[in-house]
């Protein structure tokens, strides 16, 4: 589907009007003008998980596929599953997460030294009975505290893919373009519970590690801008980030 020259005929209207025009009388003149006016989303997603994809792809190739993601999500969207922007920044960030898998772009050094650091604070929490510290984890291990913070640096991204194939593995019945409308009432309660299993185990984080995972995922800040906000360096903000994740991934195993 090529991009219409843009168009002001629709300026007046709301995103929630614009749809409700879509709805009645699809056309690509409507489809782009809520497409232009989500162009926002697209480049602050792309710009926040850039480490993800910086070794096999570029700032604009990954704005480019977004805003054809942007596109296919005008089409797909439910209203009754909530705002839409923020269905379409799920759809967006997929998509870049699957081009990573795709590109298996991960150092081996790196992947195998953060699954060593899931196995072993796994088998530690269920030792403890609690969640282990650094030093912990690194006796473990049997790394230096320093290697092991530079390790928990260099995972952090390759820790966002992690979570999402875990939650994933939670997900196998609802197909990932299934909307509520759609969904066996089965299917709707699962992913309800999914979410209060969720919310549980972010409550059994540490303070930072909440306000983390919040201005990441919630806000869509970039891992500097944490870091300036909550006063660390971005090394200590993205080590607060994987270690955040690794508990969730712990928890959400139990």
Same mark, same amino acid.
């Given at each position: 589907?090529?991009?219409?020259?843009?168009?002001? *005929?629709?300026?007046?209207?709301?995103?929630?009007?614009?749809? *409700?025009?879509?709805?009645?009388?699809?056309?690509?003149?409507?489809?782009?003008?809520?497409?232009?006016?989500?162009?926002?989303?697209?480049?602050?997603?792309?710009?926040?998980?850039?480490?993800?994809?910086? +070794?096999?792809?570029?700032?604009?190739?990954?704005?480019?596929?977004?805003? !054809?993601?942007?596109? /296919?999500?005008?089409?797909?969207?439910?209203?009754?599953?909530? /705002?839409?922007?923020?269905?379409?920044?799920?759809?967006?960030?997929?998509?870049? !997460?699957?081009?990573?898998?795709?590109?298996?772009?991960?150092?081996?050094?790196?992947?195998?030294?953060?699954?060593?650091?899931?196995?072993?604070?796994?088998?530690?929490?269920?030792?403890?009975?609690?969640?282990?510290?650094?030093?912990?984890?690194?006796?473990?291990?049997?790394?230096?505290?320093?290697?092991?913070?530079?390790?928990?640096?260099? *995972?952090?991204?390759?820790?966002?893919?992690?979570?999402?194939? +875990?939650?994933?593995?939670?997900?196998?019945?609802?197909?990932?373009?299934?909307?509520?409308?759609?969904?066996?009432?089965?299917?709707? #309660?699962?992913?309800?519970?999914?979410?209060?299993?969720?919310?549980?185990?972010?409550?059994?984080?540490?303070?930072?590690?909440? !306000?983390?995972?919040? #201005?990441?995922?919630?806000?869509?800040?970039?891992?500097?801008?944490?870091?300036?906000?909550?006063?660390?360096?971005? *090394?200590?903000?993205?080590?607060?980030?994987?270690?955040?994740?690794?508990?969730?991934?712990?928890?959400?195993?139990?």
């Amino acid at each position: 589907m090529s991009k219409p020259a843009f168009t002001t *005929a629709y300026s007046d209207l709301s995103v929630e009007e614009l749809f *409700a025009e879509y709805r009645k009388a699809p056309s690509d003149e409507l489809k782009w003008e809520i497409v232009m006016r989500h162009t926002g989303i697209v480049r602050n997603i792309a710009l926040q998980i850039q480490g993800v994809y910086c +070794t096999f792809a570029q700032l604009d190739d990954i704005i480019n596929e977004g805003l !054809i993601t942007l596109a /296919k999500a005008v089409d797909k969207y439910d209203p009754a599953i909530g /705002k839409f922007e923020t269905y379409v920044a799920k759809r967006i960030r997929g998509m870049i !997460i699957d081009l990573a898998r795709q590109q298996d772009w991960v150092p081996r050094p790196v992947r195998r030294r953060t699954k060593e650091i899931e196995r072993a604070n796994a088998e530690l929490y269920n030792e403890l009975g609690r969640f282990p510290t650094d030093h912990e984890v690194a006796q473990r291990l049997g790394i230096s505290d320093e290697e092991y913070q530079d390790a928990m640096s260099s *995972a952090s991204m390759y820790s966002v893919v992690s979570l999402e194939e +875990t939650l994933e593995g939670y997900e196998q019945i609802t197909g990932p373009e299934e909307t509520a409308a759609e969904m066996m009432p089965e299917v709707s #309660l699962e992913q309800s519970e999914l979410l209060e299993e969720l919310a549980a185990a972010i409550s059994q984080l540490r303070e930072n590690e909440q !306000i983390v995972l919040s #201005l990441y995922y919630t806000k869509d800040m970039k891992m500097k801008d944490i870091a300036e906000i909550m006063g660390v360096s971005h *090394a200590r903000a993205s080590q607060i980030h994987t270690r955040a994740i690794q508990k969730l991934k712990v928890l959400m195993a139990q």
